[in-house]
């Protein structure tokens, strides 16, 4: 399996709250990404990094922010976390250097995340 | 929109039965096609890949896969499938770039 992890495994905050999430990579891959899975919708990319301090905006980003300060740590915060963000959070690697399409994303344990 | 559709969202089967699970895609041109599996509790771990060449990948665990680019398919199959198969199976393609895009999932349960 890939070096990732993620902190915490399980957190239950309650609404209005800021959240924030850790990826951590021993493979020292360019490519970040953080996705949510939710029934019914399969994964959906919210934010995504291609180096330290380059970002940017996926599918889903609405309510959420990235941090990249390091290589191995990409940082996901909910700066006010709402109902419609319980969710499970998967971030993960790709293998690639140059973001090409042939690239292949090994995922991490996930954290699943309750807002009450 | 572009999009990926898995259209069996559960699939009941006995042990040794075979297995097709479908998965189309909306995007034109060159894509890379991917199968990733998820057992109960865990993360998602790849099952196979397809860029280019055979149309027909094998991946781990017996698993398989036909890309056919006239039905826009990559449909997934195992001749037999094992108790030990459950789980939640993705498809996912990326088209332009390294960003991937996931089908809805489709959950097997495999009766022992």
């Known amino acids: 399996d890939a070096g990732i992890t993620q902190s915490p495994r399980h957190k239950v905050t309650e609404t209005g709250t800021p959240v924030t999430l850790r990826c951590h990579q021993t493979e020292n891959h360019r490519y970040m990404y953080w996705y949510r899975q939710d029934p019914g919708h399969g994964l959906r990319l919210i934010h995504y990094s291609y180096g330290v301090k380059d970002t940017d905006k996926g599918e889903v980003s609405d309510g959420y922010s990235v941090s990249r300060s390091k290589t191995e740590d990409f940082l996901l915060t909910l700066e006010s976390a709402t109902s419609s963000q319980t969710s499970v959070y998967f971030c993960a690697i790709s293998d690639g250097t140059s973001g090409d399409s042939t690239d292949t994303q090994y995922f991490g344990p996930g954290t699943r995340l309750t807002v009450l | 929109a572009q999009s990926v559709s898995q259209h069996n969202h559960h699939v009941i089967l006995s042990e040794a039965a075979s297995l097709e699970l479908g998965c189309n895609y909306s995007?034109?041109?060159?894509?890379?096609l991917f199968w990733y599996v998820q057992y109960p509790g865990q993360h998602l771990q790849l099952l196979l890949k397809y860029f280019s060449g055979d149309p027909l990948v094998k991946g781990i665990k017996g698993f398989e896969a036909e890309f056919i680019k006239s039905k826009f398919s990559f449909n997934l199959r195992k001749p037999s499938v094992q108790w030990s198969d459950t789980a939640e199976y993705f498809c996912a393609v990326t088209h332009a770039g390294n960003m991937l895009t996931f089908g809805g999932g489709t959950r097997l349960m495999v009766k022992p």
């Open positions: 995007y034109g041109g060159t894509v890379n």
